[in-house]
């Protein structure tokens, strides 16, 4: 049977998040100085966990996340499936009332259960979710790698997180994160389960 332990975490903090701005995978933007603190203290708190592996996403800011893994000599791949979802049009347009009633509405309506719906230029979460499965299977594939460390997006987590757990993705929502949050799962070959859920006390720990 093949057991998988995984650690999903988020990238840490860009001025897009400080600001509030939908980047995606459109913006491949730099971790800003509270990311990079973040990516420090990850790092300190879980750099002696025995990863096999470490899978990032095509877009720097999971890299920089990651640094002090890479930099290490931790063996790691990079899987554009794992990038955030595209926003389209509406990537990296400033914070004002009508962008966020229309990101709102976008919002609502995949609750309500229309995740085929995207935004012109964008995708869906029905077609994320078919890149989270094609990734998933590729590193459960790997039948060698027992402690496996995946850096991703909120988004994209949430998307992957629907596809593990078996949940509808009008649901995903309820996967909560926040920048360098952790969720661990236990996989039993067959099924995951989750360990740890938005887990942040490796930053408290450094004072973050």
Not at 178 to 197: K, P
Request: aromatic letters at 10%; a negative charge; proline letters at 2%.
């Amino acid at each position: 049977m093949n057991t998988k332990k995984i650690y999903l975490t988020r990238h840490g903090q860009t001025d897009f998040n400080r600001k509030g701005i939908v980047q995606g995978s459109g913006i491949d933007s730099d971790l800003n100085e509270l990311g990079q603190a973040q990516a420090r203290a990850f790092f300190d708190y879980y750099k002696d966990q025995p990863f096999d592996k470490l899978y990032v996403s095509a877009l720097k800011r999971t890299h920089q996340s990651m640094a002090g893994f890479i930099e290490s000599g931790l063996a790691y791949e990079e899987l554009a499936d794992l990038n955030e979802i595209s926003w389209g049009e509406r990537e990296g347009v400033p914070v004002d009332a009508r962008a966020d009633a229309f990101y709102q509405d976008m919002i609502r309506r995949w609750r309500a259960g229309e995740t085929d719906h995207r935004i012109d230029g964008g995708e869906s979460p029905d077609e994320v979710a078919v890149r989270m499965r094609r990734a998933l299977e590729h590193i459960l594939n790997q039948t060698e790698e027992q402690t496996v460390l995946i850096c991703m997006h909120g988004r994209a987590m949430r998307v992957m997180l629907s596809v593990m757990l078996n949940y509808p993705l009008k649901d995903m929502d309820v996967f909560e994160h926040s920048n360098l949050c952790l969720y661990e799962l236990s996989y039993t070959g067959s099924m995951f389960t989750v360990d740890r859920f938005n887990d942040t006390n490796h930053l408290k720990y450094s004072g973050l």
